[in-house]
């Protein structure tokens, strides 16, 4: 909040030099830097410009050394496609974008730009097949909207057996509430997203 981009992601890089593996500035730094400044903005401590601002400086962190390091090579079967949306209502994405990473790196086809299709995750899963569909929420004024957008993408999804995942801050303090939008799983983090997503494929799979 305090340093250019730049000092921000020339201390990354050192970091990356050093021998830290990526996966763990996603989860040790990056993402404890995000939940920290959500703290300081819900006790007044900072604005929402502030934040939003320095979110732009940790997505360009994020960015800059994901285009240093390679994906994995796409499997030969079927590609598994995950579909990431935040909330109709929510401002920042930068906790989605960083779920969206770990998913790539898992191998899975991932749909999180909104300039080609929208940003309406129900006309999104009308259009094209999706194995699994990640929401992300972090106010809770919006928790009815979210559970009448999962109800829409059950009832307009191809896959009429899509799995559905949220995540976000909210989630973490009332895991029951994956129940109340109507969700199938919640996770904490990327990688648990990706593992969660996993085990819905595989239950899928047995069930078929």
Request: aromatic letters at 6%; proline letters at 3%.
């Amino acid at each position: 909040m305090s340093v250019d981009s730049a000092s921000a992601l020339d201390y990354v890089r050192g970091l990356v030099a050093s021998g830290a593996a990526l996966e763990s500035i996603y989860l040790d730094l990056l993402a404890p830097a995000a939940r920290q400044m959500g703290r300081m903005w819900d006790a007044d401590k900072c604005s929402f410009t502030d934040v939003t601002v320095a979110l732009w400086r940790l997505q360009e962190v994020m960015h800059e050394i994901c285009m240093t390091t390679e994906l994995p090579l796409r499997s030969a079967g079927a590609p598994r496609r995950v579909l990431l949306r935040q909330t109709p209502g929510e401002n920042h994405s930068f906790g989605l974008n960083m779920v969206a990473e770990f998913f790539r790196r898992a191998g899975w086809q991932v749909h999180d730009d909104s300039s080609e299709s929208g940003t309406d995750p129900i006309a999104n899963v009308r259009g094209r097949w999706f194995d699994v569909v990640g929401l992300s929420l972090s106010s809770e004024r919006h928790v009815e909207t979210l559970a009448t957008t999962i109800r829409g993408i059950r009832k307009a999804s191809r896959n009429r057996g899509i799995g559905i995942l949220v995540g976000g801050p909210l989630f973490v303090e009332h895991p029951d509430w994956v129940a109340r939008v109507g969700a199938d799983a919640t996770a904490n983090d990327g990688r648990q997203a990706v593992l969660q997503a996993q085990s819905m494929l595989e239950m899928l799979s047995r069930c078929g």
